[in-house]
Nanobody, 124 residues
Framework: QVQVVESGGGLVQAGGSLRLSCVVS????????MAWFRQAPGKERQFVAA????????EYRSSVEGRFTISRDNAKNMAYLQMNSLNPDDTAVYYC?????????????????WGQGTQVTVSS
């Protein structure tokens, strides 16, 4: 059993910052990749950022590159998403995904463990 829990969401004004955290517990041995996805009301879940266990392979959605930074602490089985220069288009529920599978970092179908999500709301 693997559990994934996100935290750190909230309400912030445009231009502000938030830091999301994701902790994986249970059978964490072999977790290879961790990622952040988001889903706005009425829209499909979309990829935001991902990193493999080494931290050498990192991917970002183009609209967040330069503003968001993903990082991992493997000793704590955690991933973080530092979000700066937030704008209203970033408003969504943010989900953390984890997987023991290798392969495409950006494909949501490649992640078998998911958290319940944390709401991020950016006001204009």
């Amino acid at each position: 059993q693997v559990q994934v829990v996100e935290s750190g969401g909230g309400l912030v004004q445009a231009g502000g910052s938030l830091r999301l955290s994701c902790v994986v517990s249970g059978r964490t041995y072999g977790i290879y990749k961790m990622a952040w996805f988001r889903q706005a009301p009425g829209k499909e879940r979309q990829f935001v950022a991902a990193a493999d266990r080494s931290g050498r392979n990192i991917e970002y959605r183009s609209s967040v590159e330069g503003r968001f930074t993903i990082s991992r602490d493997n000793a704590k089985n955690m991933a973080y998403l530092q979000m700066n220069s937030l704008n209203p288009d970033d408003t969504a529920v943010y989900y953390c995904g984890a997987s023991s599978n290798w392969g495409n970092l950006m494909n949501s179908q490649g992640y078998e463990y998911w958290g319940q999500g944390t709401q991020v709301t950016v006001s204009s």
